[in-house]
């Protein structure tokens, strides 16, 4: 097996707790992926993720079915599993769905939302705003899939927290790039723009949270093009 010198592998290991193995081994290939101990790209060997797991083929090959259907990972003829490449063309479709879902959950979040939900969504977006501040790169995707988790909880349409769903490794992938590779000025217009959600959803005011909800996906969307090399800086 090919050496990995500036990879930490031990982190992949897989332990036999209460949550069956095929759990386990989805949850840190996948971690794996988002954190580009993968790269985009690299093929994926079965033996030496047997390997670096310490769990059996069977449930490698398990997760890697389940990985594909999330789309962090693509089967190519005569190569196997290879972990994917967001083009910029993917990504600004994603942006697409998300201007469009939600803008939606945070209209019917204000309307909907318990004032608990509330309180919960506003102190996740102050944790993640305080992480984005103190460029904890490694921190923001999570606070981030935390806040929209809760937002589109509480905006009470199943079938849009069902649609945004399927996307959610790929909008975590697309975070932790362009939260790593984005700029300053970037990270500030972002807060903003979070701080301008936060506030309209505790004023109860639906338009005003939509708006800034879209205004913070296009935003990303900028940067994503920009990361991703679509597009010079801005």
């Given amino acids: 097996m090919r050496s990995r010198p500036s990879r930490d592998a031990s982190a992949l290991r897989v332990s036999r707790t209460r949550e069956t193995l095929r759990e386990k081994t989805v949850e840190r290939l996948r971690e794996s992926i988002l954190n580009q101990f993968f790269a985009p790209g690299e093929r994926l060997i079965e033996r030496e993720l047997c390997e670096l797991t310490g769990v059996s083929r069977t449930s490698v090959r398990e997760a890697l079915r389940q990985l594909e259907s999330e789309g962090l990972i693509e089967t190519i003829p005569n190569r196997g599993p290879v972990v994917t490449s967001l083009s910029l063309e993917d990504a600004m479709q994603i942006y697409e769905v998300r201007e469009a879902l939600e803008g939606l959950a945070a209209r019917l979040f204000v309307k909907r939302a318990s004032d608990e939900l509330v309180d919960a969504l506003a102190r996740a977006g102050e944790e993640m705003i305080e992480a984005a501040v103190q460029g904890d790169v490694h921190v923001v995707p999570d606070r981030l899939d935390t806040f929209y988790g809760l937002l ?50 505790k004023k109860r005011d639906a338009q005003a949270a939509a708006s800034a909800c879209t205004a913070q996906v296009r935003h990303a969307a900028k940067v994503a093009r920009v990361v991703l090399g679509g597009e010079g800086s801005q």
Wanted: hydrophobic fraction near 35%; charged fraction near 25%; include cysteine.
């Fill in 152 to 201: 589109f909880e509480g905006c009470g349409n199943a079938i849009a927290a069902s649609l945004i769903r399927t996307l959610r490794a790929r909008m975590h992938y697309l975070r932790a790039t362009t939260t790593r590779r984005g700029s300053e000025s970037h990270t500030r217009t972002g807060v903003r723009n979070y701080r301008r959600i936060i506030a309209a959803v």
